[in-house]
C-alpha cells in the first residue's frame, strides 16, 4: 500500500516527504481540531500511550473557544439544575400554607 501511495504522490507531483503515514497524522490531528479529546484520539489511533496521541492535538483559537463555550453552558446547565432541585414545588408551598391556616382556625389554636 505504501508504495502505491508513493507512485500516486509521484504522479501527483506531491513532495517526496509526503507519505502514507502523513494521512493517519492529518486525519488524527482533524479529529482533535473537531474537538476530540485525546483520550478518543489514543483509542481510534490503537496507541498505548495518551503521550503518543498528544502529537496530533494542536489546539487552535476556534477549538479553544468552542471548549470554553461548552463549559459555560455545563455551568449554567449545572447551576439551573442545582436551583431547580432546590426550589419548593408549588404544590407543597399550598399544601403548608393550607394546613397553616386550618389549624389556625382551629378553636384549639391559640391566636
Known amino acids: 500500500m505504501s508504495e502505491q501511495f508513493s507512485n500516486r504522490r509521484d504522479q501527483l507531483g506531491l513532495p517526496?516527504?509526503?507519505?502514507?503515514?502523513?494521512?493517519?497524522?492529518?486525519?488524527?490531528?482533524?479529529?482533535?481540531?473537531?474537538?476530540?479529546?485525546?483520550?478518543t484520539?489514543?483509542?481510534?489511533?490503537?496507541?498505548?500511550?495518551v503521550t503518543t496521541s498528544e502529537r496530533y492535538v494542536h489546539p487552535v483559537s476556534k477549538v479553544i473557544e468552542r471548549a470554553i463555550e461548552k463549559l459555560e453552558q455545563y455551568r449554567k446547565d449545572d447551576l439551573e439544575k442545582h436551583q431547580a432541585s432546590r426550589a419548593i414545588p408549588d404544590s407543597v408551598q399550598t399544601t403548608t400554607i393550607s394546613t397553616t391556616l386550618e389549624k389556625s382556625e382551629s378553636p384549639n389554636v391559640v391566636n
Open 16 to 39: 517526496w516527504d509526503a507519505v502514507l503515514h502523513s494521512t493517519r497524522h492529518t486525519a488524527l490531528t482533524d479529529l482533535g481540531a473537531a474537538g476530540a479529546d485525546v483520550f
Open 41 to 49: 484520539i489514543k483509542q481510534v489511533a490503537g496507541h498505548a500511550s
